[in-house]
């Protein structure tokens, strides 16, 4: 058993006093990747952030905020990474991220290289294309190769790699930052990246991982001319990825890839233990329903903003939106709210006036 400095136990214990009240746990929780970037094979850091993580209104507050962007019955693969990468921001408290986003193009002498290699992430993010993060990779190591200041060139890449929830690329851009120089804000990140890299597979709030095939069995119901997880890739390629990854190629030929993957032992297949029971997905029939409460409020709210003629767009966007979307229950415990704490107060000139007792997400 490893022994640490007295400040590695206090730091623990503080995170567990944290901890225990709502909306501490990721504050909490930076403070073990603080550890986490200095003693990366403290495992009681590590467990002690899924041991946060558990907690029943931080697996509600994110269900509920993912919902809003992500109906959970989408199982199609590149939706499950934009719930990671979601997550990632909702609970990172990353001091140097602030930072790192002022310079939100990456440094201006590879700042074009770079968009063209965000444009290709974006398009594996947002449209599932994976070929697109093989491109990437590529002009981003034309782009450190070209760049006037590498450190900044590849601190830069890994935060978008996070960002957008590749976290084992991310883990890899990171970890040839820090073999090179010694950057105490890499570091930091990288123990971060590297936990949720490891531990993406039982994060609490997200739903089973899947191949598209629920997502085809719902829309079968609620549309049954939308196209099919399959087809999806094939129809959203476009010229503008042609012209952008033409002088490029894949850093290894998809041929070759094939035969790695052949070679390579399949994944597990025992399920990991859920604290969420979420069988009720799979007995969904597809039917429009009663909107959830989070839709409701945001409804109340809009009520006093239509327009002269009585419209309002954004209601009914709301509306037409998520009427397939499924009421997540809140836990049925109150949450334990430091006394310390001065309550939330939101603008009345925005949100209208609120119950005292409405939980923000």
């Known amino acids: 058993m490893n022994t640490y400095p007295n400040y590695v136990y206090q730091t623990l214990a503080r995170a567990r006093d944290i901890g225990q009240w709502y909306c501490g746990q990721p504050d909490a929780a930076a403070l073990c990747f603080d550890i986490l970037a200095l003693f990366p094979d403290c495992q009681e850091a590590s467990d002690l952030v899924y041991e946060l993580f558990c907690d029943e209104w931080t697996i ?15 199982d199609r693969p590149w939706q499950q990474r934009r719930r990671l990468a979601l997550s990632f921001r909702f609970m990172s408290r990353w001091d140097g991220k602030y930072e790192a986003m002022m310079e939100r193009g990456g440094p201006k002498d590879v700042r074009p290289i770079l968009h063209d290699g965000k444009m290709e992430l974006l398009g594996a993010y947002c449209l599932g294309d994976e070929e697109c993060t093989d491109y990437a990779w590529t002009i981003f190591a034309d782009a450190i190769q070209k760049a006037q200041d590498p450190r900044a060139t590849l601190h830069w890449i890994g935060w978008q790699y996070a960002d957008l929830g590749f976290f084992a690329d991310a883990a890899e851009a990171l970890g040839e930052l820090c073999s090179r120089y010694n950057d105490e804000k890499a570091r930091r990140l990288l ?13 609490p709030w997200l739903p089973p991982a899947g191949d598209g095939s629920r997502y085809d069995r719902m829309m079968d119901m609620i549309d049954p001319a939308a196209p099919k997880t399959k087809d999806i890739i094939r129809l959203t390629r476009n010229e503008n990825q042609k012209k952008r990854i033409a002088p490029y190629r894949p850093s290894i030929d998809p041929q070759l890839a094939k035969l790695f993957e052949t070679a390579l032992p399949p994944e597990p297949s025992n399920p ?3 604290l969420v029971d979420w069988s009720f997905l799979d007995t969904d029939d597809g039917q429009p329903g009663e909107l959830p409460d989070w839709a409701k409020k945001q409804i109340q709210r809009l009520e006093r903003h239509r327009d002269e003629d009585g419209t309002n767009e954004m209601l009914d966007h709301i509306i037409a939106t998520h009427k397939f979307t499924r009421n997540i229950p809140p836990p049925s415990t109150p949450p334990r709210r430091d006394p310390n704490e001065p309550p939330f107060v939101p603008p ?9 007792d409405e939980d923000q997400i």
């Not at 509600?60 to 989408?74: F, H, K, P, S, T």
């Not at 123990?191 to 039982?202: G, K, P, T, Y």
């Not at 009345?348 to 005292?356: A, I, K, L, M, S």
Request: without cysteine; hydrophobic residues 40%; negative net charge.
């Open 191 to 203: 123990a971060e990246v590297i936990w949720w890299r490891d531990n993406a597979h039982r994060i």
């Open 348 to 356: 009345t000139e925005f949100f209208g006036d609120v119950d005292e």
């Open 60 to 74: 509600y507050d994110n269900r509920v905020a993912l919902q809003q962007n992500i109906d959970e019955w989408d």
């Open 272 to 274: 990991v233990a859920t």
